[in-house]
């Protein structure tokens, strides 16, 4: 088998790994963020693919989705829901920026180590800063809406 | 511009006015979760459905990405579930529940067989029409027993306020 098989098997065991660990008394806050996430996830993933900024030659359900079913549909929002369940509400600013930065930053070398070395996606007219700026984008939205879901009107 | 064109926007605009006229503002969050279930679940049922050729569809947002259905999957059938969702009977015996389900599915089934026979925005491989109107009560369904959960004895969202604290 490929190691691009592997590797999507472990992600997807990595990820579930990180599912049971969430506490029981957050699961609904990690909830809201894993399908929050997937709402933004799929339209957007298949428009850098229609637009041919990226593609992702290896991949599951490949012949009738050229996105990345494993990252998009399950590995990113349960690293969204695990950003929201452990989010530092109580420390100051710089931590909250930093744990931020450190989400992104992690994220991003991940992928560009991916990138790099397998077929599991490949960069067309894309670089690693505008996948840092999209992670970004896409945690602070989802935090900001789980923030309005749970809040008290 | 194609008739399906024409449908593809009308189905964004009309879903948004849906959403937002038949969706009661202190329903809101139950509407937003409603609807995100169901687009995860069809999400994921149409990609084998899709692959095994149970359906296709021919003309499609974002051909070159995807060959799933994006506008009905993506808010077709979640701003559809969304109000039968919201809509529901909390209430009353079990007949008025079946009753009110029955009803939904034929008439979304129904609406699906005029898509697939009066444009090319869906077209049934394998899939006959009681095949489809047992998947779309499976997906009702499974997105019902998942909304019930997540709502499960907490009066509204908010009463888990210090989740996010």
């Known amino acids: 088998m490929r190691m691009e098989w592997w590797i999507l098997i472990s992600v997807f065991a990595i990820a579930t790994s990180i599912l049971a660990f969430i506490p029981k008394n957050k699961m609904r806050l990690a909830v809201v963020a894993f399908l929050a996430t997937q709402v933004i996830t799929l339209l957007i993933g298949l428009v850098v693919v229609e637009l041919g900024l990226l593609a992702y030659p290896v991949r599951l359900f490949a012949s009738v989705n050229r996105t990345s079913f494993t990252y998009e549909y399950y590995a990113f929002p349960v690293v969204c829901a695990a950003f929201n369940v452990w989010y530092p509400h109580n420390q100051g600013k710089t931590i909250q920026l930093g744990y931020y930065v450190g989400f992104v930053s992690i994220l991003t070398a991940i992928e560009v180590i991916i990138e790099k070395y397998t077929d599991l996606i490949e960069y067309i007219h894309w670089e690693w800063y505008i996948t840092w700026v999209t992670i970004g984008i896409a945690l602070f939205v989802v935090h900001q809406f789980c923030k309005w879901f749970f809040a008290k009107e | ?165």
């Open chain 2, 1 to 165: 511009m194609l008739l399906e064109h024409w449908i593809f926007l009308a189905t964004w605009v009309l879903g948004i006015i849906g959403f937002l006229l038949f969706i009661p503002r202190k329903d809101r969050r139950v509407g937003i979760m409603a609807f995100m279930i169901f687009q995860a679940l069809i999400w994921l049922c149409d990609m084998p459905a899709f692959k095994f050729n149970l359906l296709s569809a021919p003309v499609r947002i974002l051909p070159k990405a995807t060959n799933l259905a994006l506008t009905i999957n993506y808010i077709f059938y979640p701003v559809l579930f969304s109000i039968y969702y919201v809509h529901r009977r909390v209430k009353g015996n079990l007949w008025s529940k079946f009753l009110y389900f029955f009803v939904w599915i034929s008439a979304v089934t129904l609406l699906d067989m005029v898509i697939e026979r009066y444009t090319d925005l869906l077209e049934y491989g394998f899939l006959t029409w009681y095949g489809m109107w047992g998947y779309i009560s499976f997906l009702f369904y499974v997105s019902q027993v998942c909304c019930n959960r997540f709502f499960k004895d907490k009066s509204s969202p908010q009463a888990e306020r210090w989740a996010t604290e």
